[in-house]
Structure formats: C-alpha cells, structure tokens
C-alpha cells in the first residue's frame, strides 16, 4: 500500500503561480513513477504530468508545457507540481497518483491515487 496526501491547492489570479506536493508514505517511494492529474467539473480526469522513479524522465500534457514543471525528492517521498502563468482553464481538482512501471499518461493504469486538491484560477 502507498498513501498519497496533496497539498498547496487554492484560489489565485490568472498569471499566478502554485507549487502543489503530494507526500507519500507506505511501500518505498524512491522505485515509483508518480503522475500528476487533473479533474474538472463534469470531465474526465486528465493527464498533467509525470516524473519517472529517479526524476530523470518527466512528460507533460500539450495544454501545461512550458508552464509546469514536475519534480521529486525521494529522500523526503514527495512529489512536487509547480505551477506558473496559471489560467482559468487551469481550476480543477488536482490528483497524485503513483505506478510501478514506467510512465504512463493513463489514468488507469495508475494504482494509488491521492485524495485531490482544489485549485482555482480566477480571471
């Protein structure tokens, strides 16, 4: 078993940035793939970003490049989403999620995920 606690979420204006962590705990961190995804009201939980088990692979979604940047320090077990030049588009509720295999953009294919964390963007 992984737990996976999220934080850093809440309201900021359009071009603000947030920095989201997500804390895990359970099974060893440092062997996961952790993925961030995203979650708005009436869609689908959509892919963000991942970061690979020693941080030296990442892939992100078309619609963030450029603007997020995915990181981890295994030594506290924790995975970081920073967030810059935020917009509107970008409120959802937004979700860690870990696997053992490589990275995968699928949400499914995802075993533990974190409760979520809002985020808000005001324009």
């Known amino acids: 078993q992984v737990q996976l606690v999220e934080s850093g979420g809440g309201l900021v204006q359009a071009g603000g940035s947030l920095r989201l962590s997500c804390a895990a705990s359970g099974r060893t961190f440092s062997v996961y793939t952790m993925g961030w995804f995203r979650q708005a009201p009436g869609k689908e939980r959509d892919f963000v970003a991942a970061v690979s088990w020693s941080g030296g692979s990442t892939s992100y979604a078309d619609s963030v490049k450029g603007r997020f940047t995915i990181s981890r320090d295994n030594a506290k077990s924790t995975v970081y989403l920073q967030m810059n030049s935020l917009k509107p588009e970008d409120t959802a509720v937004y979700y860690c999620?870990?696997?053992?295999?490589?990275?995968?953009?699928?949400?499914?294919?995802?075993?533990?995920w974190g409760q979520g964390t809002q985020v808000t963007v005001s324009s």
């Open positions: 999620a870990t696997r053992r295999l490589m990275i995968s953009e699928v949400a499914a294919s995802y075993d533990y």
